[in-house]
Structures are given as structure tokens and as C-alpha cells.
């Protein structure tokens, strides 16, 4: 039990380490520095963290980390140079915690630490990037707060009952692995959205021509859905957002026929899997939804509740969207197919614009 026990603290301080080592230490500190806590016989080797010169290089390490924390994509960056440190940090104080145990066990609780670190700062680190696609900071202010909140509830939690915390860490570590795939796509579609910011302001002006084949990732994805033979009329690439049986986050390419001008086609990899989605246009409206790191491509129904789809786009290719946009309204209200985008004159333009604007209006 006594093993058990100090398994559950060593891995409880490992995981709030990954939230955030700074804190985890300078409270934990200053609590042993100021005799808040009376340490048992068995955790006296973390006596060493009240230590003056550490509670005060922590305090200021924090003091930096409760500002960087809560100014957007800051944060981000913050959590990126702090990839390795909270791993590394967390492991560290696990082993500080077993005092001079066997090597073995030693060896076993440091891998075990640090990666029950990696996976706190994983988490934290997805939220933090999601939280980021919302320009306002007032977001990241509160949740960092709650996450220091979280860090003090738990250093108390694991004092007076580490069993009870080791049982909340590994049904937390579950639920991580569990959603580890949705978190890790979204991770990477925010990371590339931004990164195609940087490199590309949006240019509506910039003249657009829809590309006809697709990567070759994803064209035998196609060409196995494709058993009529149908031509591709345009593809665009893009990332999945929230649409009926499409998970998002998947970075795949929407894919028009000359064919079926009133269907689309999803095609991308999901886990490495295939995996295709035909959306059916009839009786749907689209639009153009531009947001901090995207631009979105919007379909939804006329009228009633039906299937919505959201297709994500970087901003640099808000030209593309407002393209795509043309060609699928033009496709939805002609009674004749192929046609030329330049029928679909002004007027049509102002009378569908009109109608997504009453449907966006409360």
C-alpha cells in the first residue's frame, strides 16, 4: 500500500506538472517552505522543493507563465518551448518523490511521469490552440485561471488522498486516449491554419481557377466511389468542420462532377482509412463565412432542419471560396447543366445573399 501510495502521488505531481510545472512547484514549495504541510516519513525527500532559492526561481518562472498563459497564441508558444520541459520537470519530481528506491522502480516511474506529463500538456495544449481560433482573449484569460485552479485542487487532492487522485489521473488518462485522435487532428488543423495565415493575407480579388484533379492521396479514394464513371468538373482542398457523419478535422478535398451538378463529394483519410461522403445539394443554401483563421464554406438547408456542412479553408484562399461559392449556387438553380458561371448575373447573387442573411438573422 505504502508503494501504492507513493505511485499515486509521484504520478499525481507528474500529471499537474504537465498543467503546469511552474505553479506545481512553487506551490508545493511554499507550502513545505511556510509548514502548511507536515510531509509523512516516506515523502520527506520533497523537502528539498521548500528550499528558498527554488520557491523563488519557480515563483518568477510562474510569475512569467500567468501572463504568457493568458494572451492569445502566446500561449501557444509558450506550451511549444514547454513541450519538453514539463515532461522532463514532471518525471524529476516524480523521482523525488520515490526518495532512494530500487533502480528498476525508479526507471519505471520516471517513464511513467513523464509521460502522464506529455499527455496533461498535450491536452492543455489542444485546448489552448481551439481556444485560439476566437479572437477575443477573454476566452484564454479564463481558462488558464480554471487551470490553476485545477493544479491547486489537485496538489490538495493528491496531499490528503493520493489513491483518489491516481483513480481521477487514470480515468482522465483514458478519456485522453480515447479522444486522442480527434484531439491530435484538431491540433494539426489549427496549427496548419495559422501557419497559412502567416505565410498568406485573404485576397477576394485574386483571380481563381478551380483545380480538376485531385491529390494523389485521396484519387484511388475517388475513383473507388466513382463507379459511374463520372468527371471531375473541380476539387478543392480542404479540412472537414462540423457536417452530418463527416468527423472533423479531417484534411481531405471536395470534389464536383460534370455529371451531378446537385451533389458534392468529400474524399479524405481518416486514421488512414478512406472514407467518402456524397452531399446531397438539392433544396440547400451556401455560403461564404470568413472567420479569424479560415474562411468556411457554409452549406445548410432552405428551409427547416437538415443535414448542415461546414468545409474549412485557410484565409489566403478566401478568393477560392467565393468561387466555390459561385459555381455551387449556379449548380443548385439551373434547370440546365453544364452552364457558364457568367449567367448567374448580379441579381441572383443579391437574392441568394439576401436569403442566407435572413437565415443568419435571430
Not at 19 to 48: D, K, M
Not at 253 to 261: G, I, K, Q, W
Request: aromatic share 8%.
Amino acid at each position: 500500500m505504502e508503494k501504492l501510495n507513493l505511485l499515486a502521488v509521484a504520478l499525481g505531481l507528474a500529471a499537474l506538472a504537465g498543467i503546469n510545472l511552474y505553479l506545481t512547484v512553487f506551490a508545493t514549495g511554499l507550502a513545505i517552505h511556510f509548514h502548511w504541510i507536515t510531509l509523512a516519513p516516506a515523502y520527506q525527500s520533497l523537502e528539498v522543493l521548500g528550499n528558498p532559492w527554488i520557491v523563488t526561481i519557480a515563483g518568477i518562472l510562474y510569475f512569467l507563465e500567468f501572463f504568457a498563459d493568458k494572451i492569445p497564441w502566446i500561449d501557444s508558444a509558450w506550451d511549444a518551448v514547454h513541450t519538453v520541459i514539463r515532461p522532463i520537470g514532471g518525471a524529476l519530481l516524480a523521482i523525488q518523490v520515490l526518495g532512494h528506491p530500487s533502480p528498476a522502480f525508479t526507471v519505471i516511474v520516471a517513464l511513467l511521469a513523464g509521460g502522464t506529463s506529455l499527455i496533461a500538456h498535450t491536452a492543455k495544449a489542444a485546448t489552448r490552440l481551439a481556444t485560439n481560433t476566437s479572437p477575443e482573449p477573454f476566452s484564454n484569460i479564463g481558462l488558464s485561471l480554471v487551470e490553476d485552479a485545477a493544479v491547486l485542487g489537485g496538489l490538495a487532492l493528491v496531499h490528503f488522498n493520493p489513491l483518489l487522485a491516481l483513480l481521477i489521473l487514470a480515468c482522465g488518462i483514458a478519456a485522453f486516449f480515447y479522444f486522442a485522435p480527434k484531439i491530435l487532428r484538431a491540433m494539426k488543423a489549427k496549427i496548419s491554419l495559422a501557419w497559412k495565415k502567416l505565410n498568406g493575407p485573404a485576397d477576394l480579388d485574386m483571380p481563381v481557377k478551380l483545380p480538376e484533379t485531385l491529390p494523389t492521396r485521396l484519387e484511388p479514394i475517388f475513383r473507388r466511389q466513382n463507379l459511374l464513371g463520372e468527371t471531375i468538373a473541380w476539387t478543392a482542398p480542404c479540412i472537414s468542420g462540423r457536417g452530418q457523419r463527416i468527423p472533423a478535422n479531417l484534411f481531405g478535398a471536395l470534389v464536383a462532377t460534370n455529371e451531378e451538378p446537385r451533389k458534392l463529394m468529400f474524399v479524405a483519410r481518416k486514421n488512414r482509412r478512406p472514407f467518402a461522403k456524397t452531399i446531397e445539394l438539392h433544396g440547400s443554401m451556401i455560403a461564404h463565412e470568413p472567420k479569424f483563421l479560415s474562411e468556411n464554406l457554409i452549406i445548410f438547408p432552405k428551409v427547416g432542419k437538415g443535414a448542415r456542412y461546414s468545409f474549412v479553408f485557410p484565409r489566403s484562399h478566401a478568393a477560392l471560396v467565393e468561387t466555390i461559392v459561385q459555381d455551387l449556387r449556379v449548380r443548385i438553380n439551373s434547370p440546365i447543366w453544364p452552364l457558364d458561371l457568367q449567367p448567374f448575373g448580379a441579381a441572383d447573387v443579391a437574392s441568394e445573399e439576401s436569403h442566407v442573411e435572413r437565415e443568419a438573422s435571430p
